[in-house]
């Protein structure tokens, strides 16, 4: 018996073995065939089909395959602008494209100055005699800015198409957090460095309403004249300032009322926009459904069309999103990340550097090691840095850039927002409503100081006070080398105030309106080049993207609620999401903070879910869910 046990235990282990093995060469296989790249052997005639199911990014978040796959492909997805822009130029050039196709249904859009790029690389589509038709449920500012640039523009008859403009209102939780009795204590240098004041208020300061209304004013104006000046026929004036009217002179056909105002060209629904497609582009040999259309996808024709590397680098690193302590990203900016990948392409020689921002700030430990790496590779040979602004480039996102020898933005950037501040909550009158109390020995008055459970010493509060002071002077100090100011100067246009790029540029900010390639000429003409090519530093965009799509089904138009009531629906989906993710940030561990309050960076919906933090654990026990 001893003998056949034995001989058991081991064919037992046999099996295993061999589970384990197959186990492991079935996880190899899948992961090869995630991360196999689109063939560029798939091009065929037919139109480019780029299908913006998600959110245009300046540096899409990675994703994790595995959990794609288990979420049903439910993960937000995000398309790299410059990635869009590269295939409409090359759409313009190769003769296989017959037409460039949009298909907006699931758009959820992107920023000002990233929708301007787009549009003029449609644009170029257009001048080089090919159609771009462009197609969707429903249109709000950046569907909306990017029809206008369209040949075509069509829309499902039960849509509609609407100008929001920016602003709104937001939470302030100051009386919610009174009514709990949490003493939320907050240090600031800036008149207008709002970002703390949802926290304490029940409104917005003057001071805050005050510089936001020039900001969105700036904004709104350069987004109408974008509009305007592609699509002259349409009746902004009557959209904008007499909705409600507009829309009853339509017998509330939100449709025909987009139709009247020169929004939209056509009606259809997609069978009909498809076989309209159909006849420009040719038939899809592939797929006999109604409306289907020969074309490609943004990343097969990518793939046809290598980038050339001609002469030296010129090293391109992006700071995108919140930028935080860490190795974050992408699409989080952590300063450790980030400044490892500026040390990169130190390391490589490269004979200048372009910081791509696009970020409203954030931690001031990690803006400074993003900022100390920059003076490193200036150090270095004395070579050019420069700054390419992007959607927003404020708090954090100006304390990086001021090491630039040049910075670029455009008109719709904003930028500014420098200055400081820290928030912290304590409990000690939470508590000492349940009956908790503290009390001990001190050998000096800050022994065990900070205590977010027993409240602070007069003396820490002084302390943390002055720290934000000195970190508010310091950034006075960079800023003020950086763009030949005196701190007062400085100080004059700081207080933590928000500005447009064309204010930006007359106050002293930004050197020069202009994109990446602009950015990046100016950076090879500094540096002498004759002959040069970006080189991004970071990671490349996901590699199984398209066939993961395919096996999650991700690739496919998604019902979604996307006429007026669904765009409703959405709206509040992610203001309650949005609400959770404030509460979530003020429990949340961080050191003294550079962030601008309403930069429209991040349009990625934060999670559902349950906030983490001090603040949530309290809640938890006092009921506050």
């Known amino acids: 018996m001893i003998f056949a046990r034995k001989v058991w235990h081991f064919l037992v282990g046999i099996k295993d073995g061999l589970v384990l093995l197959f186990m492991l060469l079935f996880f190899m296989a899948l992961y090869a065939v995630l991360t196999m790249r689109p063939s560029a052997g798939t091009m065929r005639d037919g139109a480019l089909l780029l299908r913006l199911n998600g959110t245009v990014v300046e540096e899409p978040a990675e ?3 595995f959990d794609a796959l288990m979420s049903g492909g439910n993960q937000p997805k995000e398309f790299r602008t410059r990635d869009l822009v590269r295939a409409l130029n090359l759409a313009v050039e190769d003769d296989r494209i017959k037409a460039v196709v949009l298909d907006l249904s699931q758009f959820s859009g992107g920023g000002l100055v990233s929708m301007q790029e787009l549009g003029a690389a449609m644009d170029k589509v257009r001048a080089a005699k090919k159609p771009v038709l462009v197609y969707s449920m429903s249109y709000t500012d950046d569907g909306l800015m990017l029809a206008a640039h369209a040949s075509e523009v069509w829309l499902h008859p039960l849509g509609g198409a609407f100008a929001m403009g920016p602003g709104g209102d937001r939470l302030y939780y100051g009386q919610l957090l009174q009514r709990y009795k949490v003493n939320v204590h907050v240090y600031k240098v800036g008149t207008y460095k709002d970002f703390v004041e949802p926290y304490l208020y029940d409104k917005a300061s003057e001071p805050s309403k005050e510089a936001r209304r020039a900001v969105y004013a700036a904004i709104w104006e350069e987004w109408q004249a974008d509009v305007a000046k592609a699509r002259p026929k349409a009746n902004l004036k009557l959209v904008t300032t007499d909705p409600a ?17 020169g929004l939209v060209d056509k009606l259809g629904d997609e069978v009909a926009f498809g076989e309209r497609v159909k006849a420009i582009a040719g038939e899809d040999e592939l797929d006999d459904a109604p409306g289907a259309f020969a074309h490609n996808k943004a990343e097969t024709l990518l793939a046809a069309h290598p980038a050339k590397t001609p002469g030296e680098a010129i090293a391109v690193v992006t700071v995108a999103g919140s930028i935080v302590d860490g190795k974050a990203g992408p699409g989080t900016a952590g300063g450790e990340r980030i400044a490892r990948l500026i040390d990169k392409a130190n390391a490589d020689d490269a004979k200048a550097l372009v910081l791509r921002v696009d970020s409203p700030g954030g931690s001031v430990f990690a803006s400074e090691q993003i900022r100390l790496a920059l003076e490193r590779f200036k150090a270095k040979g004395n070579r050019p840095v420069v700054v390419s602004m992007v959607n927003v480039a404020a708090s954090g996102g100006y304390w990086v850039s001021t090491p630039a020898n040049r910075i670029f933005a455009q008109p719709g950037t904003i930028t500014g927002s420098i200055g400081i501040f820290a928030l912290i909550p304590s409990f000690e009158k939470t508590l000492a409503d349940y009956g908790v109390k503290s009390d001990g020995v001190r050998t000096t008055p800050l022994s065990g100081q900070p205590d977010v459970l027993s409240g602070f010493t007069p003396e820490t509060e002084s302390m943390i006070q002055s720290n934000i002071e000195n970190n508010y002077g310091r950034f006075l100090g960079v800023v003020g080398k950086a763009r030949g100011k005196t701190p007062e100067q400085v100080d004059a246009i700081a ?27 100016w950076a090879a003409k500094a540096a002498k080049l004759e002959e040069w090519h970006p080189q991004f530093y970071g990671k490349d965009a996901d590699p199984y993207a398209s066939l993961l799509e395919s096996l999650t089904g991700q690739d496919e138009q998604a019902a979604a609620p996307t006429d007026l009531v669904g765009l409703v629906a959405l709206r509040q989906e992610a203001r309650l999401a949005g609400a959770l993710a404030e509460l979530a940030w003020l429990g949340q561990v961080r050191g003294a903070q550079a962030y601008c309050l309403d930069c429209p960076v991040s349009l990625r919906a934060p999670a559902v879910q349950t906030p983490g933090g001090w603040l949530a654990r309290a809640g938890a026990v006092l009921g506050l869910r």
Do not use: C, E, I, Y
Not at 245 to 261: E, F, N, P, R, V
């Open 63 to 65: 994703r994790d395959p």
């Open 245 to 261: 009217g507009w829309m009853a002179a339509a017998k509330g056909d939100a449709a025909q009322a987009a139709l009247s105002a």
């Open 495 to 521: 207080q933590g105030r928000v500005w447009d790029g064309g204010t930006a540029r007359q106050n002293g900010l930004v050197d020069q309106f202009g994109g990446l390639d602009d950015a990046l000429a």
